[in-house]
């Protein structure tokens, strides 16, 4: 029943983020059919951010009117919408309106500003309603948030999506003439077509299936969020659950996020008492050094939450969760193709696909090993951005960062944006859980926090990516760079 429960948090959390992740890794495929071309990116960051009015609102409800919003009926009508838009996208993303004297994509935008609505909202809501199930479900639930980017990519990978190959220009040009391609040579591939001036030319190779189908897939993943809510929310094995949680003796201790070791393991053996009704002389655990410091702790220490955290470390728990955020979810994503690409499409993808990899594997290392050191917190936090800052760096270097055309620095650049989410990842699942021990309300700020950091994030690269162009980029087959 347990395993039951597991496999729901984690479906649940897959449809998070799984709509607009997947929105971001079809663009290759979509862009080419649209009027806005790849200025659609700068839309779409400017499309999440207004779609905060979500979260503004259920945060702002929380704050005035404690226990007044339910986030099941918001849930339900939440991930409901992402199944509506997503199913209409496969349908519409093509359709042209004209406004003013130019065409737009004006479905594919009001739809994604929808789905943007959806994830955005996700994180203010479906966080808070892990509070209902036990702890150790909620490290399962971000393994699900983080395969919500994991699955879309993978998909992505099998569609061939931005897949290139560097064709002779002269030699494409008089096959074309002939009506026909056949004899091209693709022997001179991506990663052997730098420096030929003028004479090859980046293809994009067709997909594997459609766009179309790649948003019904899109469709089929929120249908499956959808009913692991239901189930989440009716299945009598998951009421059981709730209900031992909600009796259980040990509900105090496990909820205790000061006493720094409790982790998963402690958790399920907690919460193995279940209905039993120990007098306290039969709680030999309260002899322990460990259990006296927290006795002795119980003087709350603020008025947050349970009181476990000074002022000053709410302070820097929530500056951490932000900035862990701007970082991967706007800042270094941004700027993602500047710093692989440069390496070539193979480093591009499988730097995107192992990150996306990290994500899942950094939950499930928390799963096992939750240490809630504040003080591991900040080191894991400065070595993460100090991996981040090498990848803006080669970013900032496009197109010929170093080690260009060298199989070191593809592998440097690879394994940097691996450690890169893998550490910030498992920051971010480390906080939830220690505001997941605070209560309901530490869950709903961390909801919001989560996305005024990636709005912030945003906002600072926008200008810097789109309007000013700081950065640039090579062309995979004909860009020169000194050796």
């Known amino acids: 029943m347990a395993l039951l ?9 897959i449809g998070s983020w799984v709509a607009i992740n997947g929105m971001w890794v079809e663009l290759p495929l979509i862009v080419p059919d649209i009027p806005e071309g790849w200025y659609l990116p700068s839309y779409l960051t400017v499309i999440i951010q207004m779609a905060n009015i979500g979260p503004l609102f259920v945060t702002l409800m929380h704050r005035f009117k404690p226990g007044a919003l339910d986030e099941r009926p918001v849930i339900y009508s939440i991930v409901g919408l992402g199944v509506l838009a997503t199913f209409l996208l496969a349908f519409l993303w093509r359709h042209r309106t004209w406004v003013g004297d130019a065409e737009h994509s004006v479905a594919l935008l ?10 955005c909202t996700s994180s203010v809501t479906f966080l808070p309603f892990m509070m209902r199930l036990p702890p150790q479900y909620l490290t399962t639930y971000f393994t699900g948030e983080g395969l919500s980017g994991l699955v879309p990519a993978l998909v992505a990978l099998v569609q061939g999506v931005g897949m290139v190959q560097c064709h002779n220009a002269t030699q494409e040009a008089l ?5 026909s391609l056949a004899g091209v040579n693709n022997a001179s591939s991506s990663s052997s077509g730098w420096g030929v001036a003028g ?10 299936f459609s766009a179309q189908a790649f948003f019904l897939f899109l469709s089929v993943m929120m249908l499956v969020c959808l009913g692991a809510f239901l189930l989440l929310n009716l299945h009598p094995a998951v009421a059981r659950e709730k209900l031992s ?23 399920k053996g907690d919460m193995g008492l279940g209905l039993q009704n120990p007098t306290p002389e039969q709680k030999p655990m309260l002899g322990h050094p460990d259990m006296e410091d927290h006795a002795a702790m119980e003087e709350p220490r603020s008025s947050f939450g349970k009181g476990t ?46 990150a996306a990899v990290a994500n899942p594997v950094a939950c499930f290392i928390a799963m096992f090993v939750p240490i809630r050191s504040l003080g591991l917190m900040a080191f894991l936090t400065l070595t993460g951005t100090g991996f981040g800052a090498y990848i803006m ?4 270097l496009s197109p010929c960062p170093l080690l260009v055309h060298t199989p070191s620095g593809t592998a440097l650049i690879v394994i940097t944006w691996i450690l890169f989410v893998l550490t910030l990842s498992y920051v971010k699942v480390i906080i939830g859980v220690i505001l997941r021990d605070e209560g309901h309300s530490a869950l709903v700020w961390c909801g919001a926090v989560v996305q005024l950091g990636s709005m912030l994030g945003a906002m600072s690269m926008f200008p810097l990516v789109s309007v000013y162009g700081l950065f640039t980029s090579g062309d995979p087959c004909n860009t020169k760079c000194p050796k």
Not at 5 to 13: E, R, S
Not at 249 to 266: D, L
Not at 393 to 396: L, V, Y
């Open 175 to 179: 096959l074309q003439g002939n009506g």
């Open 199 to 208: 004479e090859l030319k980046a293809v994009y190779q067709p997909a594997n």
């Open 110 to 119: 009001v739809l994604s500003f929808l789905l943007s609505v959806v994830d």
């Open 393 to 396: 760096a080669m970013a900032a």
């Open 5 to 13: 429960t597991h496999v729901l948090a984690c479906l649940f959390g």
């Open 309 to 354: 955290y000074s002022r000053l470390e709410v302070a820097f728990i929530f500056v951490v969760l932000a900035w862990v955020n701007a970082l991967t979810n706007a800042v270094l994503p941004s700027v993602q193709s500047y710093s692989c690409l440069p390496y070539g499409n193979q480093a591009y993808h499988l730097a995107a696909t192992m």
């Open 245 to 267: 949680q909600r009796y259980s003796p040990a509900a105090g201790v496990v909820g205790g996020g000061g006493s720094g070791g409790g982790g998963c393991g402690g958790e």
